[in-house]
């Protein structure tokens, strides 16, 4: 695959309608910029308008000013070959784990001759073989997510779209989730734009972390994170380098959190 | 202490015991208010010629089956009743998921027609039965058409809000998937709107009922609101009861086969988790 540019944000700007009528600013001359097969993790505090950007990236809002691009051309509407996996559950609750896996290459038109073999592939990559006629009712939080990532994956996405995947789920599931997640994409070779509040997380997943001010976001700093791959997220956190980058980027994070924090004071109505 | 659960077989017979104990009231229940009805009016005190008995019901029945209606055989007239309000069940249901999905996904259309919707809705729908009758005659067309006036509106606008109420996430994880805006209609919105129309079904199976009979009642040739107002005529209360009766077992049969197809369409929801231990 070749290397070079794949995502960029070029002074984007987006504001937002409050419900009480006014208008809310969430990102202020975004500029950043993605290579190809790269995974990136956008950290900030809560609020900034992190997922914002995602949602821009995806097609499902158009940015107020500046340009959102990919592989060079400004994304106008959903594109196809952009994958994206949910903060919360975003299963079809009335299809079974094979329709779900399977929706998306149905959506496509492919023939179900083509594309079952390959459901059976993806299900049993992501550990759920035997779970395939259960509705998403019948499963836990974190199979649920399995789900939503063959859902995503299937469809071979170039570019990686994550909105704090896993934030809804315990401490423990969360972690196994990462190294599945990390053991999935190494095969893969997508470009991952990963949004988290998580700090850990972020490290431990991404070749890049981009911090974000409290909003409306602009990139605070963007730190490269040179821990050597394959990574093992539930053991890296312990190492002694980790530490030491945690412990950076949380010096900047920190002041960013701060005023996000200090303002929800100010006004606790807003949001 | 020592963990001592119920056994599975005490479980069950503690719950075999207590559904005997609610049916058998249910049923003392039943025999103490026909019970009552029967004595007082053998005994006269309620005038047997003005409110019936349990009895007369029962006999008029017999007669109705063994040797016909005044108007005909009784299976031809309940089974008349039964075909309007089925067909304008069916018509009612239909038109309205597609007005009612078809107008919450296309907010222009919906506001264009939104006052003519809620003038429509607002004109008393039993009246249209005159109007019917006059349009279309004696038969059992007029009695479709007020049945369907009756089922479509409960339907259509429970298809409408169960539309809008359509999960926006889910809309948006379908689109990224590569959805159509038709395949995001019957495969996103649709189902997901399944619910509240089902249950709008249940009650407007006995607003399809009442179409039928309040049709008969302007003006018919056959049916069992027809029997109803000829009982009436005769002053004969027990007719009524019994063209009640016959009307209760459709209409409890119906919601039966309402209640299974729900289960059908619905099977992917979660079940309610009901009985714990006792």
Redesign the interface.
Known sequence: MSKGVHVKFSNVSKRFRTPKGDWYQALKELNFEIQRGEFVALVGPTGCGKSTALTLLAGLEQSSIGEVSVDGTAVKDIDIRTGFVFQHDATFPWMSVANNVGAGPKFRGLDPKEYRPLVQKWIAKVGLVGFEKHYPHQLSGGMKKRVALAQALINEPQLLLMDEPFSALDVQTRSIMTDELMALWETTGSTVLFVTHDLEEAIALADRVIVLTAGPAQVKADFKIELARPRKAREIRFTEEFLKIYQNIWEVLRDEVDIAYQRQLIAPSEK | MVEDFLSDAEIKRKQTKHRINVHSLQLAVAVALLGSWQILADKKILDPFFYGRPSGVMHQLGVWIQHGTSIGSIWVNAWVTLYEATYGFLAGVILGIIFGVFLARNPTAAEIFAPYIKVSNSIPRVVLGSIFVLWLGLGSISKVALAFVLVFFPVFFNAFQGTREADN??I?????????KR?VTT??VF??A?SWITASMHVSFGFALIGAIVGEFLGAQRGLGLLIATAQGNFNPNGVYAAMLLIAIMALTAEWLITKLEDRLLK???TQVSGTEH
Not at chain 2, 172 to 180: D, I, P, Q
């Open positions: 996430k889910l948006a994880n379908a689109r990224l998937l590569g959805a159509s395949q495969k996103i189902p997901s399944l992917w929801r979660p």
